[in-house]
Each structure stands twice: as C-alpha cells, then as structure tokens.
C-alpha cells in the first residue's frame, strides 16, 4: 500500500474484476429488488465479499483506504449491471468516510467486529440536537437513507439548537451536527414508494427525544477527523464523483442494453431492414456512445484533479463551483443519453421487464439527486460574469 490513501493498482484492478463477474448476478436480480424495494442479503452479502464496504475504511481499522479515482469503475460497474445495486454499494462505502470525524472510541465500537461495517446516512437537516449535559436531545426525521434496512449504523444531520435556537456559528454554514448510532437505534418509516431506484431501500428514519452522548457526533463543517488523508479531510468535496460514478455507469448500462435488443434481431413494425441494419440506429447510437464516453472521461479528470487538490489540503469555493458545474453536466448529458437508448429500443421497451425501462426511471432519479443540481451552472456563470465564486454549500 502506498501512502495518501491510495490502494495499490493491483488490489484496485482486482476488486473491478471481481465487480465484472458479480455484475450478471446483480442484473439478475434487478426485478426482485424492485418488488421488495431493497436489496436481498444475497446481493449485499455479495458486495461485501467484493470488498465495496470497506473500499473507504481506514487502514487502521482493516480498511482498503481507496482513493476515489481508482474506486470510480468499480463503482460504474455496478451501476452498469442495476442502478440499484451500484447505489447501495456507493452509499454502503462512502457514507462512512465523513463518520471518521467522530471520536476514536466511537469508531473503535464502529469496527470492532469488522471493517465491512455497512453505514446509512441521510445528509438532509432532518432534526435538531438540542445542548444537553454530555451531549444533545435529539429529535428528526431523515429522508433517502439508503440502504438502511442492511445498514449497521446510520447517521443524520442536525441542526444544533440550545433553548430551542440555533446555535451561533463560526463558520459561515449552518450550525449543523451529525448524529451516529446503531441502526437498531433508528426507526425506519415505511416510506420509499418511488419511481426510480425502487431496490435500493431509502426509506425516512427516525428519533424521538433520543439522548445521544457527544461522542455519538460530529461536526460537518469543521474539527479535524481522527484518520489523516484527504478521503476524511475533505469528504465533502469529493462525495459528489461517486454519485457521478452512479450516472456514467447506468448511461454505459444502457448502450449495453440498446446494443443487445439490436443484435437480438429487434425489428421496428413496418421497418425495412432490422435495427442492426440501419444507417440511422448506427449514427443514433454512435453518437450516444460518444456522448456517454466524453461524460466518463470529464468525470475522471475531475477526479484526478480534485483528488490532488483535496490530497494537498482544504478545497477553495472555486474548487467547489468546477465540481457543481461537471456533475451537474455529467448528470444531464448520462440522462440524455439513456433517453435516447430507450427511444431507439422502440415500444417493447415500455414494459417493466425492460432493464431499458429501468434504467431510464433510474437515471432520472439520481438526477434529482442535490449533488448533481443544474443549478450549479449559475454558480460557474457568476465567475464568468465577473463574480467571486462563491461556494455552492454556502458559507
């Protein structure tokens, strides 16, 4: 292993082996976690063995410590096989790279048992800690954590209040607070009826008047984590490639799924020649998987480089505002690309049995997702007009 957090090439290059023979299982078994809206334990006891659970876990607690750039195709394969299981597997490693803020005796207890410690986490300010002696009172409700119903402990961000108002900050963001416990510790609310990632369980959970101890938290904002490294320095601001991962890799599911149904011998009504044989499904197609290739390579050579930035300290606004502006392309033009997928694959493709049909509810649904915003656009426009930039996160 070398230093910075980086897994040597070799264990990387053998983990997305591993992907690509996991990944006709995981496919396979796409509409079964539609049907149940999560993921069955075969599947996540799959992706465990394939390592995705403790790709981001610290060395010192048995972790592979991975640097996001070598964890993207890995991450894009699966996607690539079900949207589903490339986000539970995408939420289950990177969920817990921002809990290395909590103290060292909590993240002792975290991975006492196992570095495949499976996180939930809901970045949404869906409650309040209230000040109490040794720690908070806390109280909320959190959408979209992923994967809870596997998860071995779950996280929430708070707004931290004292007499029932918030806290003064120093830093220019909310005065924001993250609360971990054991899942067990959590109510989950039955509540994920969606209409894309349907498998991957992001139902609303819940504390009621739960006192929590201080070292059952951490700060997002600020304080330093236990774990040097840029994977827990400055999570925040390389989060967003993976969900970026997600997208490139159901676009490249696609072109799969379209290139299929074509050499299948798929035939439009009335069509003179089969879908294979067409002049214009081959320039469509074409220019797709250019589309869909020019997209991956964007989100790698920002990956590299924001990796670099964050390895050699905090990240600036500007930092922040390249990054809003790639994924947000990234996302639209992946989207754009599994539409016109499911355009070409005609009107067999409107059943539920269609993994083109899935893909396409699937990608609109990690479009929605607020990492991957077109509103961060405006952000890089501002600076082109002129403007300081400022930091999509605020402060």
């Not at 949404?124 to 994967?147: K, N």
Request: aromatic share 8%.
């Amino acid at each position: 292993m070398t230093g910075g957090g980086e897994l040597s090439e070799v264990s990387a290059e053998r983990m997305l082996a591993m992907a690509r023979e996991f990944a006709p299982i995981a496919a396979g078994r796409a509409a079964e976690m539609e049907i149940a809206r999560c993921a069955p334990p075969e599947i996540v006891d799959g992706l465990r063995e394939l390592g995705v659970f403790r790709m981001h876990v610290p060395r010192r607690y048995g972790g592979l410590e991975l640097g996001v750039p070598a964890s993207l195709p890995i991450l894009e394969e699966l996607a690539a096989a079900d949207g589903a299981v490339g986000w539970t597997a995408m939420i289950g490693s990177h969920a817990g790279m921002l809990a290395a803020r909590l103290p060292a005796a909590t993240l002792d207890e975290v991975y006492a048992k196992s570095p495949d410690t499976i996180w939930a986490c809901s970045l949404v300010p869906g409650g309040t800690a209230e000040v109490i002696p040794g720690g908070y009172r806390v109280s909320g409700r959190w959408p979209f954590a992923s994967g809870c119903q596997h998860a071995d402990w779950i996280y929430g961000f708070c707004l931290v209040t004292e007499n029932g108002k918030p806290v003064a900050s120093q830093t220019g963001h909310p005065p924001l607070r993250a609360v971990a416990l054991p899942a067990s510790r959590w109510t989950i609310e039955d509540t994920w009826a969606a209409e894309g990632l349907k498998g991957t369980g992001s139902h609303h959970v819940s504390l009621a008047q739960v006192d929590v101890q201080s070292a059952n938290t951490f700060p997002i904002f600020e304080g330093a984590p236990i774990v040097p490294g840029p994977l827990y320095e400055n999570p925040l601001a390389i989060l967003p490639l993976h969900f970026g991962a997600i997208a490139v890799g159901l676009a490249e599911g696609a072109l799969r799924d379209i290139a299929d149904l074509a050499k299948s011998g798929k035939r439009y009504s009335f069509a003179a020649e089969a879908l294979k044989d067409s002049p214009v499904f081959h320039h469509e197609v074409g220019k797709t998987q250019a589309q869909v290739i020019a997209a991956r390579a964007l989100l790698h050579a920002v990956a590299d480089r924001q990796w670099a930035m964050a390895a050699a300290g905090p990240t600036d606004a500007m930092a922040a505002v390249e990054m809003g502006q790639a994924m947000a392309w990234i996302a639209q033009t992946c989207a754009d690309a599994v539409g016109k997928c499911y355009s070409l694959g005609g009107s067999s493709v409107v059943y539920d049995a269609s993994p083109l049909q899935r893909r396409l509810r699937d990608i609109h649904a990690v479009t929605q997702h607020t990492t991957l915003n077109p509103r961060f656009f405006a952000f890089a426009g501002e600076v082109l007009a002129g403007h300081p930039a400022r930091h999509p996160m605020g402060g």
